[in-house]
């Protein structure tokens, strides 16, 4: 299958260039939060001449508890990702978990990303991909890498081929993921940009009661063992403090973590693709 390049803006993403980092908060805090991890990104990709896509979620609706936080909701989200757009320059990815969500998103989004609990959602898939914009698809934990054609199919199904794929693990029995590399290898097959999801991959789901653990020690080798493969790019999610996360904290990385695991996950990524 002949590669595909995907533009968005002036980055050019595909599974032969050089990896893109997708890297944000879980979820939106709050403004101030969101401007520090935006900025600190920022300084350090610049620093290491990697290509950042920022993102983060307005609402995140697939949670465990109905006590989780979910963040400020669609509204005052939108303006603050809107704001890190303009004030960093950077193209923006968040997720939609319904139809009545992607026209607004899209206002601001570079990228509509389709949660992997709803990939198979086929009326969000064609609301995503009707609006022209990059769609993310993380693949569920529950489908197999060779299931991701049909979601592919629903998407150009609407002349829309700006497409990624997102590896983020796949259950394993109860309350645990597990990451087969052939995944990554699989989705590659079908020519688009592949992304490996580093942080979900090590979740625990439900492994605290009533939200999700995880394992972040694994990051960075299951991130290098991805890069591996000759892949596009890597998803993380950040936080400058992540045992205080309000979502995603415990398989979240640190900011001040993060320079030295790109360095090395860069160093990878060279090695493969020259």
Known sequence: M??????????????SSEFVLIAGPCVIESEKTTFKIAEAL???????????IFKASYDKANRSSVSSYRGPGI?????????????FKL???TDVHGVDEVERASWVADILQVPAYLCRQTDLVLACAKTGLAVNVKKGQFISPY?????????????????MLTERGAMFGYNNLVTDIRSLVIMKDTGYPVIFDATHSVQIPGGLGACSGGER???????????STGIAGVFMEVHPNPEKALSDGANSIALSQLQGLLSRLKEIDNTVKK
């Open 217 to 227: 020690r694994f990051v960075e080798p299951l991130a290098k063992a991805s890069l």
């Open 91 to 93: 193209p923006i990815l």
């Open 42 to 52: 920022t300084t350090i990709t610049e620093k290491l001449d990697i290509p950042l």
């Open 2 to 15: 002949k590669e595909k390049v995907l533009k968005i803006g002036g980055l050019k993403i595909s599974n």
């Open 75 to 87: 509204e005052s989200g939108l303006k603050i990702l809107s704001s890190v757009k303009k004030e």
């Open 147 to 163: 299931d991701i054609k049909n979601i592919i199919g629903k998407i150009e199904s609407r002349g829309n081929r700006n497409i």
